[in-house]
Antibody
Framework: QLQLQESGPGLVKPSETLSLTCTVSGGSISSSNNNWGWIRQPPGEGLEWIGSIYYSGSTYYNPSLKSRVTISVDTSKNQFSLKLSSVTAADTAVYYC????????????WGQGTTVTVSS | QSVLTQPPSASGTPGQRVTVSCSGSSSNIGSRTVNWYQQLPGTAPKLIIYSSNQRPSGVPDRFSGSKSGTSASLAISGLQSEDEADYYCAAWDDSLNGRVVFGGGTKLTVL
């Protein structure tokens, strides 16, 4: 069964770039029509979509984060990645990766989430 | 402020039927399907309704979804203690070149 696992530093300094990777197991990241997304949840708050990528590389980003976000896919490693630049304390959150069977569909498989704290 | 509007809280007693509303606009719920997520404390969200009214395999039929115009609802019948969680609606929004938008979440308490 498909599983997703986030990995990356748990602590990032202000103004630096947050980098996370999501490893897909139990299936191919290149399988048909799947989009792969990042969602975050600040402490005590709701969910915020960051962006999604189609296995071919087409991307969709949250307009409020677009200037700072890059999502990429590495099919050889069955992974996709998130980079968020110029981070501030407001970027402190639990970051989840997830699969959308299509960009307008629900996200049906989620990683367990990884906590990222922005602090000096 | 979330693009989709949900009540911050809801409650019910075991066995009751409760509903959670989600209000949007013509660029999201009005023209797209709605998805609902359940988030138990300390865990990742779980998709419980997709395409406005479809249940993924394994989700009890106590959970149902509906949509009318620019609003959607999640109904939980035969409320159980394990249903106590945060519930989020979400939809694709066609504005600003397209994006996924979430509601602010509804905390459901089973009394």
């Amino acid at each position: 069964q498909l599983q997703l696992q986030e990995s990356g530093p748990g602590l990032v300094k202000p103004s630096e770039t947050l980098s996370l990777t999501c490893t897909v197991s139990g299936g191919s990241i290149s399988s048909s029509n799947n989009n792969w997304g990042w969602i975050r949840q600040p402490p005590g708050e709701g969910l915020e979509w960051i962006g999604s990528i189609y296995y071919s590389g087409s991307t969709y980003y949250n307009p409020s984060l677009k200037s700072r976000v890059t999502i990429s896919v590495d099919t050889s490693k069955n992974q996709f990645s998130l980079k968020l630049s110029s981070v501030t304390a407001a970027d402190t959150a639990v970051y989840y990766c997830a699969r959308n069977p299509c960009i307008t569909c629900g996200m049906d498989v989620w990683g367990q989430g990884t906590t990222v704290t922005v602090s000096s | 402020q979330s693009v989709l509007t949900q009540p911050p809280s809801a409650s019910g007693t075991p066995g009751q039927r409760v509903t959670v509303s989600c209000s949007g606009s013509s660029s999201n719920i009005g023209s797209r399907t709605v998805n609902w997520y359940q988030q138990l404390p300390g865990t990742a969200p779980k998709l419980i309704i997709y395409s406005s009214n479809q249940r993924p395999s394994g989700v009890p039929d106590r959970f149902s979804g509906s949509k009318s115009g620019t609003s959607a609802s999640l109904a939980i019948s035969g409320l159980q203690s394990e249903d106590e969680a945060d519930y989020y609606c979400a939809a694709w929004d066609d504005s600003l070149n397209g994006r996924v938008v979430f509601g602010g979440g509804t905390k459901l308490t089973v009394l």
